[in-house]
């Protein structure tokens, strides 16, 4: 069943289409500001719902879109995002010296991964679990090195591909789970 898995992150959030062991297509998107123009900090405030709420009608059309392909192509499409946990320095009684993780480096993935969770209500939830982080040379070639021309954008600042190889695995974990 093809799969497609989202990596919410701080700033980017990666959607990749996973068929088997095949990165088919994917993208990595950043936010942007009043004028619809990619603004790496436009997401910084975590009380700016505004600009939430234009960051996810951008992250949504681009998962419809792939989301929409998949279906069309194989008739139907899983979708697991990636949600994560509250920080240990959250957590009510924990140490003072595990306070250090900033506020929005948690809430921002979490609200994303909310918002897709409320698209997709049958989306897979995939807890955190080292997600992108296996050697490179053990992806697909299609999340190493040069991007295919045929996969859609990506806005990271400097072309990183970390998110993608994160929303490949997020897929890879949700197309194992139970339906």
């Given at each position: 069943?093809?799969?497609?898995?989202?990596?919410?992150?701080?700033?980017?959030?990666?959607?990749?289409?996973?068929?088997?062991?095949?990165?088919?297509?994917?993208?990595?998107?950043?936010?942007?500001?009043?004028?619809?123009?990619?603004?790496?900090?436009?997401?910084?405030?975590?009380?700016?719902?505004?600009?939430?709420?234009?960051?996810?009608?951008?992250?949504?059309?681009?998962?419809?879109?792939?989301?929409?392909?998949?279906?069309?192509?194989?008739?139907?499409?899983?979708?697991?995002?990636?949600?994560?946990?509250?920080?240990?320095?959250?957590?009510?009684?924990?140490?003072?010296?595990?306070?250090?993780?900033?506020?929005?480096?948690?809430?921002?993935?979490?609200?994303?991964?909310?918002?897709?969770?409320?698209?997709?209500?049958?989306?897979?939830?995939?807890?955190?679990?080292?997600?992108?982080?296996?050697?490179?040379?053990?992806?697909p070639a299609e999340l190493r090195g040069t991007r295919p021309p045929s996969?859609?954008?990506?806005?990271?600042?400097?072309?990183?591909?970390?998110?993608?190889?994160?929303?490949?695995?997020?897929?890879?974990?949700?197309?194992?789970?139970?339906?």
């Open positions: 069943m093809p799969v497609v898995g989202v990596d919410p992150g701080q700033t980017w959030t990666a959607a990749v289409l996973r068929v088997g062991d095949t990165a088919v297509h994917g993208w990595t998107m950043g936010p942007i500001d009043a004028r619809g123009e990619l603004d790496r900090t436009a997401f910084n405030d975590e009380d700016d719902w505004v600009a939430f709420a234009r960051y996810v009608a951008k992250l949504a059309e681009g998962l419809d879109a792939l989301v929409d392909y998949a279906a069309e192509r194989w008739g139907r499409v899983r979708v697991g995002v990636e949600v994560p946990r509250v920080p240990v320095g959250l957590l009510p009684g924990a140490p003072a010296k595990y306070h250090r993780i900033p506020l929005r480096d948690w809430v921002m993935p979490r609200q994303v991964a909310a918002a897709v969770l409320g698209r997709y209500p049958t989306a897979v939830p995939v807890y955190p679990g080292g997600h992108g982080r296996h050697p490179t040379a053990g992806y996969w859609g954008i990506n806005e990271a600042r400097r072309g990183e591909r970390d998110h993608e190889r994160a929303a490949y695995d997020v897929a890879g974990e949700a197309a194992r789970m139970p339906l």
